[in-house]
C-alpha cells in the first residue's frame, strides 16, 4: 500500500473520494499519494480514462510501472505568467483594453475558426514545422522566431529524449496529419476555461524575495491558461481502447509494445503545449509592442507526468490540476475572473512528489464569498471581463461587463494548508484588472 501524504484533515473528504484514493493507493509500483487542499472528483466520464475518475488538485508516484489511466485528460495544458514595465493606473488600463482586443481579430479569422478551418497567421506551423515542435517544443520556435526566453523561472525543460518519430503512426488522424487547427490556432486556445488576464500586484508578503524576482507593488502582470488536448484527444481509438478505456488500472512496463508509445505521447503532448504558451506570449509581444516590454516570468504545466530516473528504477510522477514545486522558485496559485491570484516559493525539501494545487476555484465551494473588504489604490475597481464571439473582434460581437471584486475564505484555507505542510511560502498576491477570452 503507497504511503498516502493527506495535506488536509481528511475527514473532510467524502467516503466516494477516500475510497478512489485508496484503490490508487493499493496498485502495483504505487509508492506515494499525495492529497492537495483543493482536492476534488471532476464531472464523471463514462469509462476509465476520462476526466473525473482521478481526483483533481491530486498527485500520485509510481516506481518502473506507468500508468496511463493516472495521467490527466490534458497534459500539455499549463499557465504562463508575464511581468510588463508597466504600473497600474486608469490609464494604463484602459491602453491594455484596447490592445488585447486586437490579440487575434478578424470576421473571416473568426467564421473559419468556428469551422475548424482557421485562417493563416505570422505563427502559424507548416506541417513539417508543426512536426517539429511535438518532437523539439519550444527550441524550435526560439531558433524559428529568434526568441530567447530560457531563463523563465518553472518551466519544465522540453522533454525531446529519445521520441521515436514514428510515434505519429499511432496519433489519431488530425495529429497524423498535423490538422490546421492545431497549426494555425497555437498560441490562441481561447476557449473554455482559457483566458488572458491581466492583473496588478497589489501586495507583497516577503518584500526581500520580491526584490529578487524584480517584483514591485503595482506592477502589472499578465496570467495566462492555454493548452490544448491530452492523450485521450492524441491517441487512435485503438490504443486507447486497450489501455485508457478499461474497466480496470492498466500498468505498463517496459516489456509491454504500448510502454514507449505512451510515453513518447506524453513528451509530444507537453512540448506542443510548452511551444503553444510560447507562441502566446509572442502574439502579446506583437501586440503589446508600442506599450510595455515584456518579461516572461513562469510556466507552470499543470497536468503532466515526468520520469525521474534515481539509481537503476523510473519513476513516473503524475500531476492532475497541480504545479511541480522547484526549490525557492516561484508557483502560481490561480484564482478565478474576480478572485486574486498569488505566487508562492517553492519551500525546498528533499521529498520528490513536490506539487501545489494550481489553483482554489472548487474549494470556494464550501466557503463564503464575499464582496472584497479593505480596499487599496490597487484594488479600488471593478474587472472588465471581456468575451469575444468566435474571435470576432466587432462591438456586435463583444459580450463586455464590470464584475466586483471578490474574496473567499478558500483561499486562506488553500495556502494554510501549503505552508503548514512545507510546500509553498506566500510572496505576493495579484488582482484581476481585465479577464479575456474566446466564447462560442
Known amino acids: 500500500m503507497a504511503n498516502i501524504k493527506f495535506t488536509i484533515d481528511k475527514e473532510k473528504l467524502s467516503t466516494k473520494l477516500l475510497q478512489r484514493i485508496q484503490e490508487i493507493a493499493s496498485l502495483p509500483g504505487v509508492e506515494e499519494l499525495l492529497v492537495l487542499p483543493d482536492i476534488h472528483l471532476k464531472k464523471e466520464g463514462a469509462r476509465m480514462g476520462y476526466k473525473g475518475y482521478i481526483p483533481s488538485s491530486f498527485g500520485s508516484l509510481s516506481r518502473d510501472i506507468l500508468y496511463p489511466q493516472l495521467s490527466a485528460v490534458n497534459i500539455n495544458c499549463g499557465k504562463s505568467l508575464i511581468k510588463t514595465e508597466l504600473s497600474y493606473s486608469t490609464e494604463t488600463i484602459d491602453k491594455l483594453e484596447k490592445a488585447l482586443l486586437n490579440f487575434n481579430k478578424g470576421l473571416i479569422k473568426g467564421i473559419f475558426s468556428k469551422l475548424r478551418r482557421p485562417l493563416p497567421n505570422k505563427y502559424s506551423l507548416s506541417r513539417k514545422e508543426f512536426y517539429e515542435v511535438c518532437l523539439q517544443g519550444p527550441a524550435y520556435l526560439q531558433s524559428k522566431f529568434k526568441q530567447s526566453v530560457d531563463n523563465i523561472f518553472n518551466v519544465d525543460s522540453p522533454q525531446v529524449a529519445n ?17 490546421q487547427y492545431l497549426r494555425n490556432n497555437i498560441g490562441s486556445f481561447l476557449q473554455g476555461n482559457h483566458f488572458i488576464e491581466v492583473q496588478v500586484a497589489d501586495e507583497i508578503f516577503d518584500q526581500e524575495q520580491a526584490s529578487k524576482w524584480g517584483v514591485k507593488e503595482g506592477q502589472i502582470f499578465i496570467l495566462y491558461h492555454m493548452g490544448q488536448g491530452g492523450p485521450s484527444s492524441v491517441l487512435n481509438s485503438e490504443i486507447l481502447n486497450k489501455i485508457v478505456y478499461r474497466s480496470e488500472f492498466i500498468g505498463l512496463n517496459q516489456g509491454n509494445k504500448y510502454y514507449n508509445i505512451f510515453r513518447d505521447t506524453l513528451k509530444v503532448l507537453i512540448n506542443y503545449g510548452l511551444a503553444t504558451r510560447l507562441t502566446t506570449f509572442m502574439l502579446l509581444q506583437d501586440v503589446l509592442n508600442q506599450i510595455t516590454d515584456l518579461n516572461y516570468f513562469s510556466d507552470h504545466t499543470h497536468d503532466f507526468v515526468k520520469e525521474i530516473k534515481k539509481e537503476d528504477s523510473i519513476y513516473f510522477l503524475y500531476a492532475n490540476n497541480a504545479n511541480l514545486v522547484k526549490d525557492d522558485q516561484p508557483v502560481v496559485l490561480s484564482g478565478l475572473y474576480n478572485l486574486k491570484s498569488y505566487v508562492g516559493r517553492g519551500i525546498p525539501n528533499n521529498e520528490i512528489l513536490k506539487l501545489s494545487d494550481h489553483g482554489y476555484g472548487k474549494a470556494t465551494s464550501n466557503f463564503s464569498t464575499t464582496e ?19 474571435e470576432i473582434n466587432f462591438s456586435i460581437f463583444r459580450h463586455k461587463e464590470s464584475v466586483s471584486l471578490k474574496q473567499s475564505q478558500a483561499a486562506e484555507y488553500v495556502w494554510t494548508a501549503l505552508e503548514k505542510n512545507n510546500i509553498l511560502k506566500k510572496i505576493f498576491s495579484l488582482t484581476p484588472i481585465i479577464n479575456f477570452r474566446y466564447t462560442k
Not at 473588504?373 to 468566435?390: C, F, G, M, S
Request: net charge positive.
Open 163 to 179: 521520441i521515436n518519430k514514428d510515434i505519429f503512426d499511432y496519433f489519431n488522424d488530425d495529429w497524423k496529419n498535423g490538422h
Open 372 to 390: 472584497l473588504q479593505n480596499k487599496n489604490q490597487y484594488t479600488n475597481h471593478q474587472v472588465r471581463k471581456i468575451a469575444l464571439k468566435n
